[in-house]
Every structure is written in C-alpha cells, then in structure tokens.
C-alpha cells in the first residue's frame, strides 16, 4: 500500500526533486498490531533531518492520518516515510516555493536472519565519504549503502560493516553499531558521516539512565575487534550482535538481552 499525499496509489512527478536530487528524508519502522511503536520518537527524527535540509516537514498530526489508513487495511509490516522537497524547475537551487511531496508505504517484512544466536557480518570494502552538512541526517542519497551491499550474496551474512575515509567505523549498511568494552558501552560519533537512527538514540538514552557508562566516541577497527561484543541495531530488527566477524569471533554475550529489554521500555 502506498499513499502519495494521501491519495492510495497516487503517482509521483517525474520532475520530483527526489527523484532528480535526492532532494529529501526518509524513516522506515515496523507496523505492529496496527501501531507504531515510538512513533513520537520517529516524528521528531524525521522532522528534524528535514529542517537540516530546509524541508518543510509536514505536521504530525497529517502523517497520523496516513498511518491510521494503512493501519486499517493492515497490521502488521514496514512502514515507510518519504518527503521530498516536490516538483521544481531544472536546476540545484532551492526554489522559492516547493510543495513537499509525502509517500507513506507498507511493505511485508522481510524475513531476516534469526539473530539470537548471534549473526555474521563482513567488513565492507567501501569507504563512507565524509560530509558533516549530511552527518546523521536519512536524506534519499544512499547510493554508498548500495554500493556496499552489493559486495556480497552470501544469505548467510546478515549485514557489513562501514568504515569512512579516515578507516574509523561507522556503522552497518543499515544498522547503527555498539561494542562493549570491560563493562562500558561505545557507539561511532556520527559527526562526520552516517545515519543516527532512532533505536541508536534509544539504547543511549536508556544506557544513561541505567547509569551503564555509554560514550559516543571515535571506533577503530582494532577497538572492535578486541570488544567483548559487538551489536548492530535498527528500529526493524531490533538486536543482533555479531558472532562472527570474518576471521574473529564471540560467544553470545548476556548484555545483550539488557539492550533487548531497552527497545520494548517506550511503546508510545
């Protein structure tokens, strides 16, 4: 199901900014039993990457309402929010006055590899360009997330690892990353590149209130590799951690299930 402006099924103008540009913002999180848990917290997200590129995002309350129509039809899957900046003349510059184009769609959830046992990963050959203008920011541009899933075909590894320019670690090709180290929890600074994802900000506001020592910091490859675990997260999977890196590899670490327990704290 797919709502463009509301309308079900509504076409996109080819002259779209974020299909010339990539001119926009996007979220993906699940529908589950008609809801969408930490809604509020997607809305802040999506509202503030798209003040970080000058797009007016649409009211709370309009994007409810496109949810609510597709949580009538159905309840369970993956929902997805895209904003654009909408229909303008040839040309980069911003125009003066755009009307933001918004597609709501629902998608089946795919069936990922099971990670409570733990998953495989792979080290990704691509290097994340640095841009601190987009650090963190969804924009639509994710061709180097593309590019560096397609690296492999192995069903048996579940995600890759991204490093940037300067080979400090990033994240996944869609996930954001947490290691634990002798007790303290560390995630990338996203400073310089990356996505900060919802379930990220999550699992470092609910580290902070359990008084578990949580830093954003730089992460090298060597740093992860001698972690005590290493986790992987995002608000449609949830958890995994890696078991096997490569060469490298952990037992299931019982922190994990603290984390777990951190995601299902905030369903409104």
Not at 17 to 40: E, K, Q
Not at 117 to 129: I, P
């Amino acid at each position: 199901m797919i709502l463009v402006n509301g309308v079900n099924g509504g076409a996109i103008d080819p002259l779209d900014r974020g299909i010339a540009y990539g001119d926009g913002v996007f979220r993906t999180f699940p529908l589950y039993a008609g809801r969408v848990p930490h809604w509020h917290r997607h809305y802040t997200k999506l509202a503030n990457d798209s003040a970080k590129l000058q797009l007016a995002c649409p009211p709370r309350d309009l994007l409810e309402n496109d949810l609510q129509e597709i949580a009538k039809a159905y309840t369970e899957g993956v929902i997805r929010i895209t904003l654009t900046r909408g229909t303008g003349v040839r040309g980069y510059a911003i125009p003066e006055k755009t009307l933001v184009t918004r597609i709501v769609s629902l998608s089946p959830k795919r069936s990922f590899i099971a990670g409570a046992d733990g998953v495989r990963a792979r080290w990704c050959r691509l290097r994340l360009a640095i841009q601190p203008a987009l650090a963190g920011v969804k924009h639509l541009n994710r061709l180097e997330n593309v590019l560096a899933r397609s690296e492999w075909s192995d069903a048996a590894i579940a995600e890759g690892l991204l490093l940037d320019a300067n080979d400090h670690v990033i994240a996944g090709t869609m996930t954001n990353l947490f290691i634990l180290r002798r007790g303290d929890l560390l995630t990338p600074q996203l400073d310089a590149c990356g996505v900060a994802g919802v379930t990220r900000d999550l699992i470092i506001e609910r580290a902070t209130q359990a008084r578990v020592n949580i830093a954003v910091t730089t992460i090298t490859r060597e740093t992860l590799l001698n972690a005590d675990a290493v986790f992987l997260v995002n608000s449609v999977i949830g958890m995994w951690q890696i078991t096997t890196l490569e060469e490298k590899t952990w037992n299931v670490h019982p922190f994990g299930e603290q984390m777990r327990s951190w995601l299902t704290d905030d369903q409104h």
